[in-house]
């Protein structure tokens, strides 16, 4: 102890040290620091927290030998006390080991002191005490108590209300001033800009000591506070050399101006240009190599401010919101413009308005008006899902910025995604998965419960799976699903009466999710925009040209143009099947040839009843002549064989009505004997049965070719790491360099072969017992069944069409027959009558002459009768015909202008019409957003362009003097362009989208020198997204993160609490 009545202490906090970025920029400093602390003469340093930037993660042999330089420079030359940040160890798992407790022990330094519990301690000066409240022990915080008659200095790391951050953003803290009112100073960390919290300067934050980025002003440093007693002291701000600052310079206009701006500033610094208006590629490129030759500068980024209005789409001189897609009038607009040239009538345009309504409203009822649906995720809570146990929870609310969950394989992190995928949309982000696979494989049950607000609602989702078995011992699960409303404080909303009122379940599970999916949209949705899954960060460079134009058409909200468009095809492939089928024929012609054999008939018809009128008077005078016999009734043998003759002719009919009428009693026999057998048939078939088992052998096929992909990737994994690790074996250095950027992976891959081995051999197992459930089917007999039994039902349909048939028959051959008969007895009696009364030839041959040829006067004005009435049927006729004619042309004329109208809506419509018109003209603010994005982080910029003659789009990477196909980038480039791409299309995108970006394992591709790009690319987004979540392996990327989620193991479950 020292009886020194003054203390004068050098007050530091927030350094952050990252694990492997920054090293040799944060030496010189605290190199620089020492110097001046050397001539102020301090009687000790106290370190405020937050000495490490990553939590426990991205921990590196470098930042080790970094921290215990750090801690020596210091405790070498002065008492150094330190207290734990927030960012210093897992706040959320205290049973974890802090970054900093480790070395400080292992260090042993006499002069260096670390406090991680709270509580009052001496600081080796009598009458001055440190009383620390560590955020590492909350609990004992009631503990501290100021030494009575002593100076007590209170030491926090955290949140005080009150405070601002360096862009003046008020903070709403955990404790207020007055929680510090018993102590006579307090020592702040945690809020990186320096100040006084009251107006006598007693309670301070001193900064971070090194500015962190272009979000913090420039000039960081230390506080000394010399303090000779409660209310004696001084303490004044000192600026810690920086040789790198962060430099923030305006666009003047043009690159000399900028640069007269940017020649204030000191050499060597990182400088962004910001700006308000769009910078032409070439002056970004000159301005960067002015800054980098002038100026010396460590990088050059920019920050474009100017925000062009994304909703708005502008084509063919029509402005209209995306919003409006689902209109029916912004889609007539459209068609006039793009139809102008097309000459249409006016009840062209009529069909076309009706289609079009019509469509826009089946549209918009299959799916609701979403567009723009902005939503965001507070809080889940999951239990038995993938590999975890139960009672997990994440509190989103207390995560902002870069989120990293990190750990080694499979441990769970991309379970965190699929679990969120699961609870929102009934799927996970890893394929069609049933939901038996969601559940733990040693639970009977998994459930994800996850509050979210969309469009100012706030909402919950619970999504239950339970296991069961059915009779054949096949395991599956059933699904449960709850939709509620919430209240400000989280709670299910009551209703008046008291209970839950603020219940949005449907009546059926399907109701619900469509609920929930006009909240959020679909799975496809949230998969294009938030989340970029293992191994799909280059989805979109990946895909084929014609692919990446339909991937643009989903972010823009164009898929109503491909929807519309496959109504036009199902409503017109009818119209199209009769045109094809119509007769292909002259109508004018045909009609003219009918009108000229019409008027043909009627003169030959004229003459027939001309010629009919004489016969017919021929035939008058004959009778005449016949009444003036006494015996004109007599009967004359001629009579009598025309009596004889139509005898013998109904005597035939009759014989063949009979014939007839025993064929179809004999076949309405027979079919009745096939219906019954049919039905016995029938009735001896379980059909459902059948039918069931086919759906089995359908699902298993499903999950068979699923786990066969798995299988097969999974090995092509395995065959690339064991050739990877091969390399190893040529390398004479062996294992002694891990870290050799050269055999890096080939390191990475053979530690993960035996865990890969595992893996491939867990899927082949569930491969052969998928197998041989299989096999016990035989699908093709079961197919077989039901298309005999189907083939069945229709046999005994037709069946009992015939016997109708039949039955018709047969009564018409019995009336036929009564008929007949009536007629054969009638004339066998009316013969015998004539027979008695026949006269002798001779006797009477005058009367004979006479009647033979009145008989044959008869017979031929019955035939030219008959062929005067068969002209004027045919001449109605033709009438008819020609009216029918005169209607099917109409109606031709009609269906072909019906059809015409369909192509051109199709062709409007197509990803060559309408479509391709607004995407050409919005291209260009894509490009824009995507260089915005880009030229804060990279030399390149992209560009996307679409061919006009094709379904085409293709990619370029551009570096302002060249450029070339994305194709033929490297791996770095692809990443970081895939992600501006992504980010571009997202804040131009109409689909539903949420303030979260997922990152999972996308930088592989990444080496040590790009590591710091992309993680100023990240650090960019944090101005489009509330939160960034990263999964990576890769150390440099977890020095950027904000927040850390810990994965623990309870048993063999995983476990995460983070609230």
């Known amino acids: 102890m020292t009886d020194k009545k003054g203390i004068r202490i050098a007050h530091l906090a ?10 040799d920029e944060y030496r010189a400093s605290f190199t620089a620091l020492v110097k001046q602390l050397e001539e102020l003469k301090p009687d000790m340093v106290y370190i405020g927290g937050d000495i490490f930037h990553s939590k426990t993660q991205g921990i590196s042999p470098e930042l080790v030998d970094c921290l215990v330089w750090f801690f020596k420079i210091f405790a070498d030359r002065w008492p150094t006390h330190v207290i734990l940040g927030n960012h210093d160890g897992i706040m959320m798992n205290l049973d974890r080991q802090d970054a900093i407790s480790p070395i400080v022990t292992a260090m042993n330094h006499p002069n260096l002191f670390l406090y991680k519990d709270s509580g009052t301690f001496p600081t080796g000066h009598d009458g001055f005490n440190w009383c620390v409240f560590s955020c590492f022990d909350e609990k004992a915080w009631s503990k501290v108590k100021p030494v009575e008659g002593e100076v007590n200095m209170a030491l926090f790391h955290g949140p005080v209300w009150g405070s601002t951050t360096d862009i003046d953003w008020k903070i709403e803290g955990d404790v207020e001033t007055s929680f510090f009112d018993a102590y006579d100073y307090t020592l702040l960390g945690d809020i990186h800009k320096v100040q006084f919290l009251t107006e006598d300067k007693k309670i301070a934050y001193c900064g971070s000591t090194i500015q962190q980025n272009y979000g913090e002003s420039p000039g960081k440093g230390f506080l000394l506070w010399d303090i000779r007693g409660k209310d004696d002291f001084d303490v004044e701000f000192h600026e810690v050399p920086h040789t790198k600052p962060f430099i ?31 910078i032409p590629h070439a002056e ?77 409203k089946t549209i918009a009822r299959d799916d609701p008006a979403r567009r723009s649906t902005k939503w965001s995720v507070k809080k889940m809570a999951f239990t038995h899902t993938f590999a975890y146990g139960k009672d997990n929870v994440i509190d989103f609310d207390k995560l902002g910025g870069i989120t990293g969950i990190f750990g080694r394989n499979r441990r769970g992190k991309s379970s965190v995604i699929g679990t969120l995928v699961y609870g929102l949309f009934n799927t996970t982000d890893r394929g069609a998965v049933k939901n038996i696979h969601v559940i733990n494989d040693r639970k009977d049950y998994c459930r994800a419960t996850i509050d979210f607000t969309s469009n100012g609602e706030y909402l919950q989702v619970d999504r239950q799976s339970v296991k069961k078995k059915d009779r054949y011992g096949k395991e599956s699960a059933i699904t449960h699903l709850n939709f509620w409303k919430l209240d400000s404080d989280g709670n299910p909303m009551m209703g008046s009466d008291g209970k839950q009122g603020g219940d949005l379940s449907g009546e059926q599970r399907r109701q619900t999710e469509k609920l929930i999916r006009d909240r959020v949209g679909t799975a496809e949705d949230f998969l294009l925009t938030s989340l970029a899954s293992q191994g799909e960060m280059n989805i979109f460079i ?145 059909i459902d049965a059948l039918k069931g088992q086919l759906r089995d052998i359908v699902e298993l096929e499903d999950s068979l070719r699923t786990l066969k992909h798995g299988h097969e990737r999974e090995a092509s994994k395995l065959d690339r790491q064991e050739k990877s690790a091969k390399i190893l074996e040529t390398v004479p250095c062996g294992d002694q360099f891990p870290t050799c950027k050269f ?27 998928t197998q041989g459930s299989l096999s016990r089917y035989k699908k093709s007999e079961l197919e077989e069944r039901i298309t005999k039994f189907d083939a069945l039902i229709q046999k005994g349909s037709k069946l009992r069409l015939e016997i109708s048939a039949k039955q018709m028959e047969t009564t018409a051959a019995r009336t036929e027959i009564l008929t007949l008969t009536h007629q054969i007895e009638r004339g066998e009696s009316a013969l015998e009558d004539l027979k008695s009364r026949v006269v002798d030839a001779e006797v009477d041959a005058e009367l004979c002459r006479l009647k033979s040829e009145i008989s044959a006067m008869q017979d031929e004005v019955s035939k030219v009768d008959a062929n005067r009435i068969s002209i004027a049927s045919r001449i109605g006729r033709l009438g008819g015909d020609m009216d029918s004619l005169i209607e099917e042309r109409d109606k ?64 370029y990477i551009d570096y302002g003097d060249s450029k070339r196909i994305i194709e033929m980038a490297s791996g770095m480039e692809k990443l970081v362009a895939s992600l501006a791409i992504r980010v571009a299309l997202i804040n131009i995108s109409s689909l539903p989208k949420t303030d979260m970006l997922i990152i999972d394992e996308g930088f592989g591709s990444l080496d040590d020198l790009n590591v710091e790009a992309v993680n100023r690319m990240l650090v960019s987004l944090k101005k489009w997204f509330r939160h960034i979540l990263i999964i990576t392996h890769v150390d440099g990327v977890k020095d950027v993160v904000d927040n850390v989620i810990d994965i623990t193991w309870n048993g063999k479950d995983a476990k995460i609490v983070y609230e």
Not at 248 to 277: I, N
Not at 642 to 660: D, M
Not at 748 to 759: H, L, M, P, S
Not at 905 to 919: D, E, F, M, N
């Open 14 to 23: 927030d350094i952050h040290w990252r694990g492997l970025s920054r090293h």
């Open 248 to 278: 923030t310079v305006d666009w003047a206009g043009s690159v000399p101006l900028t640069m007269e701006e940017a020649k204030l500033c000191p050499k060597g610094a990182r400088y962004r240009v910001r700006t308000r208006e769009p």
């Open 284 to 360: 970004i490129t000159q301005i960067k190599n002015e800054l980098n030759i002038v100026q010396e500068a460590a990088e050059v980024v920019f920050q474009d401010k100017y925000m062009p209005d994304t909703s708005q789409i502008t084509i063919l001189d029509e402005s209209l919101q995306k919003s409006d897609l689902l209109d029916s009038e912004t889609h007539m607009r459209l068609l006039q413009e793009y139809l102008a040239g097309v000459k249409l009538e006016d009840e062209d345009w009529e069909l076309i308005e009706e289609l079009v309504r019509r469509y826009t």
């Open 542 to 686: 990946k895909d084929r040209a014609t692919a990446r134009k339909s991937t643009l058409t989903k972010f823009m909200g164009l898929d109503v143009f491909d929807k519309m468009l496959a109504l036009v095809k199902e409503e017109s492939s009818d119209i199209k099947s009769q045109v094809r089928n119509a007769p292909d024929r002259d109508w004018d012609a045909t009609v003219a040839e009918m009108k000229l054999e019409r008027k043909t008939l009627l003169v030959k018809g004229k003459e027939l009843s001309k010629i009919l009128t004489e016969k017919r008077g021929q035939l008058q005078s004959h009778r005449l002549r016949l009444s003036g016999f006494d015996n004109a009734n007599a009967v004359t043998p001629t009579d009598v064989h025309r009596a004889e003759r139509q005898l013998t002719t109904n005597q035939l009919q009759l014989e063949q009505a009979e014939v007839s009428l025993r064929d179809c009693e004999a076949a309405d026999l027979t079919l009745k004997t096939k219906i019954e057998r049919i039905d016995n048939l029938r009735t001896s078939i379980d």
């Open 743 to 769: 055999i890096k992976n080939s390191h990475q891959d053979k530690e993960q072969i035996a865990e890969q081995k595992q893996n491939v051999a867990e899927l082949l197992a569930q491969v052969e017992v």
């Open 892 to 955: 031709y004329k009609e269906l072909r202008r019906t059809w015409r109208v369909y192509e051109h809506l199709t062709q409007a419509v197509s990803k060559r019409g309408i479509p391709l018109q607004i995407i050409k003209s919005q291209l260009p603010m894509i490009n824009a957003e995507i260089t915005k994005i880009l030229q804060e982080v990279s030399s390149f910029t992209v560009e996307l362009e679409a061919d006009s003659n094709s379904n085409a789009m293709d990619v």
